[in-house]
């Protein structure tokens, strides 16, 4: 998080926040560059700045499950992530459903 831009940091945070409340027996880890959680053995949570939007990336299915709720929030989305515009707030009850239900597809 510390080499991400200033305007971004705060989104960064609070997403880490979110996913930590989201899935408190997740163990914090680094992979391909990105801060993340694992639970299992498998990474159920990651996200990054990028120089246009912050992404939060999941499992497929937790994407999948929360489709029309994400494009119901304007938000872009693929096969594993959405992503946020800065100009936009982080939507903190979509951020933590897509935890859970990515930590719940660990187990899968």
Do not use: N, Q
């Not at 299992?40 to 489709?67: E, N, Q, R």
């Not at 951020?95 to 990515?102: F, G, H, I, P, Y």
């Amino acid at each position: 998080m510390a080499a991400a831009s200033e305007s971004f940091r705060p989104v960064l945070h609070r997403i880490r926040s979110l996913v930590r409340e989201a899935l408190p027996e997740a163990e914090e880890m680094t992979a391909y560059d990105m801060p993340g959680f694992r639970v299992g053995g498998t990474v159920v949570a990651s996200y990054a700045a990028f120089s246009k939007h912050v992404g939060l990336y999941v499992l497929a299915p937790a994407i999948a499950d929360h489709h029309d709720e994400i494009a119901a929030a304007g938000l872009r989305s693929s096969k594993t992530g959405i992503t946020f515009p800065p100009s936009k707030p982080v939507p903190d009850d979509l951020v933590t459903r897509l935890a859970r239900a990515s930590g719940r597809h660990a187990g899968s």
